[in-house]
């Protein structure tokens, strides 16, 4: 079964408002990745938390991450149209899995203009 | 620098017809990766690559298999297609564990 699973399923907002999405995975994590994808392409990366980090920044992106809870949250602040687009976590086990970069189910952002 | 590379992009193929999806990176990434993305249920990993010259098994292999030809390409094949692999499939490469650089998808439709 997948590792991450992000919550919501779906989110809609309107421009100028924060969007957070959140994740949640099972097994312990070497790191932790968020990624972006516009309908019909390839994902691109946004950003990366290794298990030593609480919080990463990067532009109008902050990325949390709690390891006691197994989570993590995608906060993309003053959201634009542009940024319509579904977004999944990754995450990188440690042992035998390693190696392996499974994604969860996605979330769905649609920023209103 | 083209990044990664999947070929082709879509394909048409009949019940039981085989055929290979082809992937190249060019940024001597040691691990592969290829996955089916379906809707509602995110990306799934059919297999993956962590050098050249060793593959394993991800959530989903069945239906699939795959070669490492080189550190550059690493291919995913059908033996004998089924509706149920029609889906987009993804091919991805990463140096380690950092980030992932995804290639365009191929939209694979089996009737």
């Known amino acids: 079964s997948q590792q991450g699973e992000e919550d919501p399923q779906a989110l809609s907002i309107q421009e100028g408002e924060n969007a957070t999405m959140n994740c949640s995975y099972k097994t312990s994590i070497n790191n932790l990745q968020w990624y972006r994808q516009n309908s019909g392409r390839g994902l691109v990366h946004l950003i990366l938390i290794r298990s030593n980090e609480r919080e990463k920044h990067s532009g109008r992106l902050r990325v949390t991450l709690d390891t006691s809870k197994k989570s993590s949250s995608l906060l993309i602040t003053a959201s634009r149209a542009a940024d319509t687009a579904s977004y999944f976590c990754?995450?990188?086990?440690?042992?035998?899995?390693?190696?392996?970069?499974?994604f969860g189910k996605g979330t769905k952002l649609s920023v209103k203009p | 620098n083209a990044g990664v590379t999947q070929t082709p992009k879509f394909q048409v193929l009949k019940t039981g017809q085989s055929m290979t999806l082809q992937c190249a990176q060019d940024m001597n990434h040691n691990s592969m990766y290829w996955y089916r993305q379906d809707p509602g249920m995110g990306l799934r990993l059919i297999y993956y690559?962590?050098?050249?010259?060793?593959?394993d098994k991800g959530e989903v292999p069945n239906g699939y298999n795959v070669s490492r030809l080189n550190k550059r390409e690493f291919s995913l094949r059908l033996e004998s297609a089924a509706p149920s692999q029609t889906s987009v499939y993804f091919c991805?490469?990463?140096?380690?564990?950092?980030?992932?650089?995804f290639g365009q998808g191929t939209r694979l439709t089996v009737v």
């Open positions: 990754a995450t990188d086990a440690y042992g035998g899995s390693q190696g392996n970069l499974i």
């Open positions: 690559s962590a050098s050249e010259g060793t593959t």
């Open positions: 991805a490469s990463r140096y380690r564990d950092t980030e992932a650089f």
